[in-house]
Nanobody, 121 residues
Framework: QVQLVESGGGLVQPGGSLRLSCAASGSIFSINDMGWYRQAPGKQRELVASITRGGSTNYADSVKGRFTISRDNAKNTVYLQMNSLKPEDTAVYYC???????????????WGQGTQVTVSS
C-alpha cells in the first residue's frame, strides 16, 4: 500500500502565497511522475502541474509564472509553491503520484486526500 499525506493548504488573501507538500510512503519501488490537481465547486478536476522523475515540468496555462512544482526524490515528496494567488485558485488541491510497488508491476496512480486552498479577502 502507498499512502500520500498532504499539507500546507489554508486561507490566504489575494496576492499571497502558500506552499503545498505531499509525502509518499509505504511499499514503493519507484516513483515516476508526481503532480497536483485541483477541483473547484461545480467544476471538473484539472491538472495544475506535474513533474517527472528527471525534473521536467508541465503547468496549466492559468498558473504559469505563478506556481512552481518541485520534488525531493530522496524524501518521495512533491511540493507546489503558489505565489500571486487569485480568488479563482480557490479549490481542493489533490496530490497525484504514479509509482510502482515492485519492479515487475506497471505503475499505478495514487491520490492524496485533498487540501483546501481558499483565496479571499
Amino acid at each position: 500500500q502507498v499512502q500520500l499525506v498532504e499539507s500546507g493548504g489554508g486561507l490566504v488573501q489575494p496576492g499571497g502565497s502558500l506552499r503545498l507538500s505531499c509525502a509518499a510512503s509505504g511499499s514503493i519501488f519507484s516513483i515516476n511522475d508526481m503532480g497536483w490537481y485541483r477541483q473547484a465547486p461545480g467544476k471538473q478536476r484539472e491538472l495544475v502541474a506535474s513533474i517527472t522523475r528527471g525534473g521536467s515540468t508541465n503547468y496549466a496555462d492559468s498558473v504559469k509564472g505563478r506556481f512552481t512544482i518541485s520534488r525531493d526524490n530522496a524524501k518521495n515528496t512533491v511540493y507546489l509553491q503558489m505565489n500571486s494567488l487569485k480568488p479563482e485558485d480557490t479549490a481542493v488541491y489533490y496530490c497525484n503520484v504514479r509509482c510502482r510497488i515492485t519492479g515487475w508491476t506497471p505503475p499505478v496512480d495514487y491520490w492524496g486526500q485533498g487540501t483546501q486552498v481558499t483565496v479571499s479577502s
